[in-house]
C-alpha cells in the first residue's frame, strides 16, 4: 500500500510538477519558539520558486514546496537555515534533474541550478543504472553538511523517469 | 574627534543585555538577532519606594549584523523624582548602545540549544535630570559589559548573567559603579507547545542582585551611598509570529541600603512590547 502511495505520489509530480526541488523536508535543530518557526519561514519564502513553508517547532521539520520550473538550489535553503542561527540536519528530499556519470558512479545534475549529486542507493534492488542519459525524478536523503556545505552524496530511496 | 569617537562606538559596539523580545524582562539572557532582523522594543519600567517613583519608557533597536553578532541601541526617557539606587537592570535615563556576540552556540537536538553570549556598551547620560543622591552631578559617559549563559528547549529555559557598569569622573563626581546579576528559569507547559502560528506563552521567575559603590561627589564618597539589593518575582511572555508582549514584576528579597538616603524600595515592574522583522533576503542562489 506504502509502496503503490509512493507511486501515486511520483506519478502526480511527473505530471503535474516539472519542479527541478520538488519538495525539500529539512530537520533543523535549535528551534524553541514562535519566532525561531517564523524566522526561518520568512527566509524560506524569500527564496524564489518557493511556494509553501511548514514549520514544525515539536519535530524540527521543516517542509518546503516548490513551484514548477523554480531554480532554488541546495545551499539556498541551508543557509536560510544558517543566518537564523540553526543548524540543519538530514534533508528529505524529491528532485528532478538528468542521470549522468556511469553506471558504477551515477551522478544527478538538477534541472536549472548547478547541484550535482552523486547517486548511493538506501535500499538493495534500485535499478539507477538503466535510467542513464534520461531525465529522472529522485527521492531521497541529504546528509547533513558542514555550515556553508551542501553533501555531494544523494541517498536514493526510490528512482523514476520523468515524463 | 574625542567626541566623534565616542559617537562612532556608540553606534557600533552595544549595549546589551537588556533582555527583551525572545527573553526575560528582567534578567540576562543570551538570544541575539538573526542575520538582518530588526528588532524594536518600547517598553515601560517602573521603580517605586517610599521616596518616590521612577518610570521610564523607552525605544530600542537591534540589528543582527550576522547570525551572532546584533547592534542594539536604547533610549529611554525617564519621569519621577524618586530617590532610588543606582541600577543596571533596570532602565534609568541613559542612553546606550553597543553590540552582542553570541560567542558559543551547541544546538544539541531539536528544540535546544546552549549558548553564551558576551556584550560591550557605551552609556551616555539622557537630557532628563537625576533625581535623589545623583541631582545636581555632574554627568559623564560609562561602558557597561555583560555575560550570559544559558539553555534553552521547547519546554524549559535557564539562563545565568552577569554585568558590570563603569562611568568616568566628571568634575570630581562619578556615578558609582554597578555589579549586577541574574538567574532566571523559564516554564512552557506541554499544552502550550504549539505550532507557530498560535500565540506562544512561556512563563519566568527572574532573579536579579546588583550592589552599587559609593556616589563620588566632589571628589568624596557619599556616606552610606553603597546599595546591595536582590529581587525575584515572575514575568510572561506573549509571542505571535513576529510579535512579542512581555511583564513582570519583582518584590525584594535583600536589601541593604540607606533608608535615609534611598528611602525602602519596594517594588519594581515592566512591560514591554516588541516588534521583530525578518529578513527573507537571500545572498546567494
Same mark, same amino acid.
Given at each position: 500500500m506504502k509502496r503503490l502511495l509512493a507511486v501515486a505520489v511520483f506519478a502526480l509530480f511527473g505530471v503535474v510538477?516539472?519542479?527541478?526541488?520538488?519538495?525539500?523536508?529539512?530537520?533543523?535543530?535549535?528551534?524553541?519558539?514562535?519566532?525561531?518557526a517564523h524566522a526561518i519561514h520568512v527566509s524560506m519564502k524569500g527564496i524564489q520558486g518557493v511556494n509553501t513553508v511548514d514549520v514544525d517547532l515539536n519535530t524540527g521539520l521543516v517542509?518546503?514546496?516548490?513551484?514548477?520550473?523554480?531554480?532554488?538550489?541546495?545551499?539556498?535553503?541551508?543557509?536560510?537555515v544558517e543566518k537564523n542561527g540553526f543548524t540543519h540536519k538530514d534533508a528529505e528530499i524529491i528532485v528532478r534533474g538528468k542521470l549522468t556519470g556511469t553506471a558504477a558512479a551515477p551522478v544527478l545534475e538538477v534541472t536549472g541550478t548547478t547541484?550535482?549529486?552523486?547517486?548511493?542507493?538506501?535500499?538493495?534492488?534500485?535499478?539507477?543504472?538503466?535510467?542513464?542519459?534520461?531525465?529522472?525524478?529522485?527521492?531521497?536523503?541529504?546528509?547533513?553538511?558542514?555550515?556553508?556545505?551542501?553533501?555531494?552524496?544523494?541517498?536514493?530511496?526510490?528512482?523514476?523517469?520523468?515524463? | 574627534m574625542k567626541v566623534f569617537g565616542v559617537v562612532l562606538c556608540a553606534s557600533t559596539l552595544a549595549a546589551s543585555a537588556m533582555a527583551s523580545d525572545h527573553g526575560p524582562v528582567f534578567g540576562y539572557a543570551t538570544p541575539v538577532n538573526s542575520q538582518g532582523e530588526v528588532s524594536c522594543d518600547a517598553g515601560i519600567f517602573g521603580r517605586g519606594g517610599t521616596l518616590g517613583t521612577q518610570v521610564s519608557t523607552g525605544t530600542g533597536c537591534g540589528y543582527g549584523v550576522t547570525p551572532h553578532i546584533t547592534v542594539t541601541a536604547f533610549l529611554p526617557v525617564s519621569?519621577?523624582?524618586?530617590?532610588?539606587?543606582?541600577?543596571?537592570?533596570?532602565?534609568?535615563?541613559?542612553?546606550?548602545?553597543?553590540?552582542s556576540w553570541r560567542f558559543l552556540h551547541s544546538v544539541t537536538s531539536v528544540g535546544k540549544r546552549i549558548?553564551?553570549?558576551?556584550?560591550? +556598551?557605551?552609556?551616555?547620560?539622557?537630557?532628563?535630570?537625576?533625581?535623589?543622591?545623583?541631582?545636581?552631578?555632574?554627568?559623564?559617559?560609562?561602558?557597561? +559589559?555583560?555575560?550570559?549563559?544559558g539553555y534553552a528547549s521547547r519546554s524549559q529555559y535557564l539562563w545565568f548573567g552577569g554585568g558590570y557598569t563603569r562611568f568616568a569622573e566628571a568634575a570630581r563626581d562619578r556615578r558609582p559603579d554597578t555589579v549586577s546579576w541574574s538567574a532566571v528559569y523559564g516554564y512552557r507547559p506541554p499544552k502550550?507547545?504549539?505550532?507557530?502560528?498560535?500565540?506562544?506563552?512561556?512563563?519566568?521567575?527572574?532573579?536579579?542582585?546588583?550592589?552599587?559603590?559609593?556616589?563620588?561627589?566632589?571628589?568624596?564618597?557619599?556616606?552610606?551611598?553603597?546599595?546591595?539589593s536582590v529581587w525575584l518575582g515572575p514575568s510572561v511572555l506573549a509571542i505571535f509570529?513576529?510579535?512579542?508582549?512581555?511583564?513582570?514584576a519583582q518584590a525584594p528579597l535583600?536589601?541593604?541600603?540607606?533608608?535615609?538616603?534611598? +528611602?525602602?524600595?519596594?517594588?519594581?515592574?515592566?512591560?514591554?512590547?516588541?516588534?521583530?522583522?525578518?529578513?527573507?533576503?537571500n545572498s546567494s542562489h
Open positions: 510538477a516539472q519542479a527541478q526541488y520538488a519538495q525539500v523536508n529539512l530537520t533543523v535543530f535549535g528551534m524553541d519558539c514562535a519566532p525561531c517542509t518546503i514546496k516548490l513551484t514548477p520550473d523554480n531554480k532554488a538550489s541546495m545551499r539556498q535553503f541551508n543557509e536560510a547541484d550535482r549529486f552523486a547517486l548511493v542507493p538506501a535500499t538493495a534492488g534500485l535499478d539507477i543504472a538503466s535510467l542513464l542519459g534520461k531525465t529522472v525524478t529522485v527521492a531521497g536523503v541529504l546528509p547533513q553538511a558542514a555550515k556553508g556545505k551542501v553533501a555531494d552524496t544523494l541517498k536514493v530511496k526510490s528512482i523514476t523517469e520523468a515524463r | 519621569f519621577g523624582s524618586g530617590a532610588l539606587p543606582e541600577s543596571h537592570v533596570m532602565p534609568g535615563g541613559e542612553w546606550t548602545a553597543g553590540a549558548e553564551s553570549t558576551a556584550s560591550l +556598551g557605551v552609556v551616555v547620560p539622557g537630557p532628563q535630570a537625576d533625581s535623589g543622591i545623583l541631582a545636581g552631578q555632574h554627568r559623564a559617559a560609562g561602558v557597561a +559589559g555583560t555575560l550570559a549563559s502550550l507547545r504549539r505550532g507557530y502560528d498560535q500565540w506562544d506563552y512561556r512563563g519566568f521567575a527572574e532573579l536579579t542582585g546588583e550592589h552599587t559603590g559609593g556616589v563620588r561627589s566632589h571628589g568624596a564618597i557619599v556616606p552610606d551611598s553603597s546599595t546591595t509570529k513576529n510579535i512579542a508582549i512581555e511583564g513582570g535583600y536589601r541593604d541600603a540607606s533608608e535615609a538616603v534611598y +528611602g525602602h524600595e519596594k517594588v519594581r515592574f515592566a512591560l514591554n512590547f516588541s516588534y521583530l522583522r525578518f529578513s527573507g533576503h
